[in-house]
């Protein structure tokens, strides 16, 4: 497991603390999850992201390293000069290209790519974007909501009301996702979404080698660990009693002041 903390503030007015961790898992002989956080370097801005690789042999731990690079940069280099939801959305659509020329060089990498979660976070404004089944919740003290809808082939048939969600969860092909970075198919828009994080509040995004094995409440109950630090240790853990089939990452954000 590795683990990170950042935390961004504005003394007496503002604070976020950030935690994240990454771990290979149990059934699994290498990561091909990334993790990364930014704190506010003093232009208003904090950001973490979550990848999930795939395409086999290491061409999965590429992509997710690509994506992660990519869009920290793309980001630092360019906030301010758009909406942030026009810089996630080309942010992501570069990280995608990115795999796809990595692959293009590389026999071994062909269709690689990853899905990816990221929230770009302007005090208490958070930007969230997804593409793929990486997921980002919500957690407030009256509850916990999912604020991402995966792109699957599942959740599309929800969608469709040709399957409940308690069947989806539990489908043989709810894996099989339908939008992601690289690939080489050129489905790397993200959604984009803009919440609000009051006081108290906790974000967490993750892959789906935490959120396929570990329901809501038990998220939710784990997240409210005391210190931020602890929570994704903890969810990582939870993962793992629960058999840790995948890799698994986990980042928390809680505002405190």
Known sequence: MYKLFKR????GLFEVQVSGACDTGIARDHNEDAIAIQEDDG???HLSIVCD???GHSAGEVASALAVGVIGDFIATN????????L???????????????????????????TCVTVLGIRERLWVAHAGDSRAYRMKPEGAEQITVDHTMVQELVEQGLLTPAQAANHPYRGRISRCLGHG?????ADVNCVELDKGDNILICSDGLSDV???EELAALVGQRDVRDASRRLIEAANKAGGPDNISAIVMRRVV
Request: proline share 6%; charged share 20%; hydrophobic share 35%.
């Open 79 to 86: 906030f301010g000069r758009a909406d942030p939801d026009v």
């Open 43 to 45: 232009r208003g801005y």
């Open 8 to 11: 961004s503030h504005i003394p």
């Open 88 to 114: 996630l959305h080309e942010a992501f659509s570069r990280a995608g290209q990115a795999i796809d020329d990595q692959a293009a060089h590389n026999p071994n990498a062909h269709g690689m790519g990853c």
């Open 53 to 55: 690789g795939m395409g």
């Open 214 to 216: 570990v329901t809501i």
């Open 185 to 189: 198919k050129a489905k790397s828009d």
